[in-house]
Each structure stands twice: as structure tokens, then as C-alpha cells.
């Protein structure tokens, strides 16, 4: 865990593949956003976003497409250098509750 959490601190982005529900994947990316790390969500499968990850900008790729990996390759890419450029936008927005 200590890898884990070194890497996710140091990462000027990540991305996190949800495609299979991988528990994982959600524990790191729970740390992500409570460091407010901009992450790049990615999955081939709308059932496997979580309700709660919904509200944030999902790619979403198709295999079955003979294209899909430098599309996806492509679209992972342009978010990453937004994400770099405006971290701002891709960071999990926290509610303050001692303001409520």
C-alpha cells in the first residue's frame, strides 16, 4: 500500500480503467480524490460506472470498433493534457461540510 499511495501522491494525473468493477481501482481511486488528484475515467461499459462516478466525465470506448484503441488511445491522451493544462476541471470537487 505503500507503493500505491507513493504513486497516486506523486502522479500529476491518473487514469483509471473501471471497465469490470475492479474494487481496487475504486480504492485508489478514493485516494486519488481525496489528495484532489485530476483523474481520466475511462470504461467499455456504462454499467460498470458506478451512480456516484456518473456526474463525472466518463470516456467510454467499443471493441467492437476496429478503431477503438488509437481512438481510445487518442481521446485518453487530449484528456490527459487538459487535465495537465486545467487541473481544476478533472479534480473530484469536494463538499466542505462545515459549511453546511
Request: hydrophobic share 45%; aromatic share 8%.
Amino acid at each position: 500500500m505503500d507503493q500505491v499511495w507513493a504513486g497516486i501522491n506523486a502522479a500529476k494525473v491518473l487514469v483509471a480503467e473501471l471497465t469490470t468493477k475492479n474494487p481496487n481501482v475504486f480504492y485508489e481511486l478514493g485516494i486519488a480524490h481525496a489528495l484532489q488528484k485530476p483523474v481520466v475515467l475511462v470504461s467499455s461499459n456504462e454499467d460498470d460506472v458506478p451512480f456516484d462516478l456518473k456526474h463525472i466525465r466518463v470516456i467510454y470506448y467499443d471493441k467492437n470498433d476496429p478503431f477503438w484503441g488509437q481512438k481510445l488511445l487518442n481521446k485518453v491522451a487530449e484528456n490527459i493534457i487538459s487535465a495537465l493544462k486545467n487541473p481544476e476541471e478533472a479534480v473530484f470537487k469536494m463538499v466542505d461540510m462545515r459549511k453546511k
